[in-house]
């Protein structure tokens, strides 16, 4: 079935570098595209979303990046810094379907070497 | 503003019982959902309430159940458990504006364990 998933289970980096974190999406209605940030006995936390009319959105120090043509969503995180260690899920919603329904991939654990 | 409560944090069941979680949503938050998340299945969702009614269903057995209460309160409600059932159940909430993508706000989550 069409879902939302992730190229990289794991991903280390080393304090102070930049870090990105990819997913890949299959269904071309999706138009809503969300990441989140989960820590270690926590919910989910909202880090930037992004819709199908925009390529690329920033905030702060998180850049969200949308290429509709290959259907891929990358993250990135600069000057990485232990705190965002954690699992990363990317989440879709298409136009039309319930708000409620988010599509998400799988994770990728986010190690963030001092 | 406070952020989405979810109560109790902890249970332990064992099979067969039934288990009642519930979700206190963000002020002025219409909408709520609810999620499962297992390390093999990742978060799934359950299903979603606004207005006192169910607007979309995930695809999970009958024995998994919900309600919204007027002042947007939700509860999710587990029947005959199973050990597969044990997971972390997730509430999110968001404003509810129909067919407009909203983001959704995640509760701490309720850790169900099933013996």
């Known amino acids: 079935g069409e879902n939302v998933g992730l190229h990289l289970p794991t991903l280390s980096v080393q304090e102070g570098d930049n870090s990105i974190i990819n997913c890949a999406y299959s269904?071309?209605?999706?138009?809503?595209f969300i990441w989140y940030k989960q820590e270690s006995g926590k919910g989910p936390q909202f880090i930037i979303d992004?819709?199908?009319?925009?390529d690329k959105r920033q905030g702060q120090r998180v850049t969200v990046l949308l290429n509709k043509t290959v259907k891929h969503l990358s993250l990135q995180i600069a000057a990485t810094q232990p705190g965002d260690s954690a699992v990363y899920f990317c989440?879709?919603?298409?136009?039309?379907?319930?708000?409620?329904?988010?599509?998400f991939g799988k994770g990728t654990k986010l190690s963030v070497k001092p | 503003k406070a952020g989405v409560t979810q109560t109790p944090r902890y249970l332990i069941k064992t099979r067969g019982q039934q288990v009642t979680l519930s979700c206190s949503p963000i002020?002025?938050?219409?909408?709520v959902s609810w999620y499962q998340q297992t390390p093999g299945q990742g978060l799934q969702f359950l299903f979603e309430?606004?207005?006192?009614?169910?607007?979309n269903k995930g695809n999970f057995p009958g024995r998994f159940s919900g309600r919204q209460f007027s002042n947007s309160r939700s509860e999710m409600n587990v029947s005959t458990l199973e050990l597969g059932d044990s997971a972390l159940y997730l509430c999110?909430?968001?404003?509810?504006?129909?067919?407009?993508?909203?983001?959704?706000?995640f509760g701490p989550g309720t850790r169900l364990l099933v013996l």
């Open positions: 999110a909430s968001s404003i509810g504006l129909a067919g407009f993508q909203e983001t959704q706000y």
């Open positions: 269904n071309s209605a999706s138009d809503y």
């Open positions: 992004i819709r199908s009319n925009m």
């Open positions: 989440a879709e919603n298409r136009y039309g379907g319930s708000q409620g329904n988010l599509i």
């Open positions: 002020s002025g938050h219409r909408s």
């Open positions: 309430y606004f207005s006192e009614t169910q607007r």
